[in-house]
């Protein structure tokens, strides 16, 4: 998380579910911006308080669950799901996000941050055409 109020609590929330459910969980402090956009056409959704789920999942046609108004203010694509930082409206979100009707309306979704020429586009574009499968892991080299 950011440095939000509560976010070291989440942050070992994480933690402790990908600790339990590791063969089908990851978290990570930073991907870096290649491997984050990369991975976005294996998620089923973005879920948190980043900027990141308002401003490029739609661009990847995928759904934002929104949490907390950290992003209050900010244009949204209909694949945000706004939600409060409760149980019980996060499950909401989660119903709705595997919804059939939403699922299907992902489809057709329009980035209200992406115009003719854009960035966010070209970066779309790119990765789209992209075989992603065998991305080359960088190797580390310790120097003493």
């Not at 976010?7 to 978290?27: F, H, Q, T």
């Not at 984050?36 to 948190?48: L, N, Q």
């Not at 909401?92 to 309306?105: E, L, P, V």
């Not at 057709?108 to 574009?125: E, F, H, Q, R, T």
Request: net charge positive.
């Amino acid at each position: 998380t950011n440095a939000d109020t509560h976010g070291r609590i989440i942050n070992e929330m994480i933690d402790k579910y990908v600790s339990k459910n590791n063969s089908k969980s990851a978290a990570f402090t930073s991907m870096g911006q290649l491997l984050y956009f990369s991975t976005a056409k294996f998620v089923d959704a973005i879920v948190g308080n980043s900027s990141s789920g308002i401003v490029e999942a739609p661009s990847f046609n995928k759904g934002t669950i929104n949490i907390g108004d950290r992003q209050k203010g900010r244009i949204r694509a209909e694949s945000v799901i706004n939600c409060e930082p409760t149980k019980k409206s996060i499950e909401k979100a989660f119903k709705k996000m595997y919804s059939r009707d939403f699922q299907n309306s992902l489809k057709n979704i329009k980035n209200p941050y992406d115009s003719k020429g854009s960035v966010a586009l070209k970066i779309k574009n790119i990765i789209k055409t992209r075989d992603l499968d065998n991305i080359v892991k960088k190797k580390f080299y310790e120097i003493n």
